[in-house]
């Protein structure tokens, strides 16, 4: 899945073998994957200073998946929400510069109202952009601190029940 065209978050041709594309908005199916890419900004001035983006829901097993790709919008618009609708996992960019910030993220997870958060695209170490790091977002959040994992393993029965997890993966 392409997110944006922009050359540091586009490397089609270095995948090897003869992948499923799915490049931009519209609605695919792989082998009873259900993906649709909803069309979004990857600035909060409707794409004028950094074009498009799309946010992709992926929807497997019964669960449903959101990635916002490198979404600048400071908040998604009624026509976004109601193709999102329910999402039990959300992959989010947290780290502002190009993306949208902590707070932004926030108030973009209080419309969506995952299961779970994930946040993406924040300071790592030798990382020559300047990002935020991730703790920035977790205080945002209500959260000190959150032990980052090596996988998640997702599964309907657990999801949580009430309230919203924050998993940070390791790099």
Same mark, same amino acid.
């Given at each position: 899945?392409? @997110?944006? %065209? ?7 041709? $270095? #995948?090897?073998?003869? +992948? ?56 998604? @618009?009624? %026509? ?7 999402? $039990? #996992?959300?992959?989010? +960019? ?67 029940? $009430? ?9």
């Amino acid at each position: 899945m392409v @997110t944006h %065209e922009h050359e540091d978050h586009n490397a089609i041709k $270095d #995948v090897k073998g003869t +992948p499923f594309l799915i490049q931009g908005p519209g609605e695919y199916e792989v082998k009873e994957v259900f993906i649709q890419g909803i069309p979004s900004f990857h600035d909060d001035k409707e794409g004028k200073e950094r074009g498009l983006n799309t946010i992709y829901m992926i929807e497997a097993e019964d669960l449903r998946f959101c990635h916002l790709g490198d979404l600048g919008q400071k908040q998604l @618009t009624d %026509e976004q929400l109601e193709k999102i609708d329910r999402v $039990d #996992v959300l992959m989010i +960019p947290v780290g502002g510069e190009y993306t949208i910030d902590s707070s932004a993220a926030q108030k973009i997870i209080s419309q969506i109202e995952p299961k779970i958060v994930i946040p993406m695209h924040y300071a790592l170490p030798k990382l020559k952009m300047k990002l935020d790091e991730v703790a920035k977002f977790l205080k945002s959040m209500g959260k000190n601190s959150v032990t980052p994992q090596d996988k998640l393993i997702v599964k309907m029965s657990t999801l949580p029940k $009430d309230g919203m997890e924050i998993v940070v993966l390791n790099p």
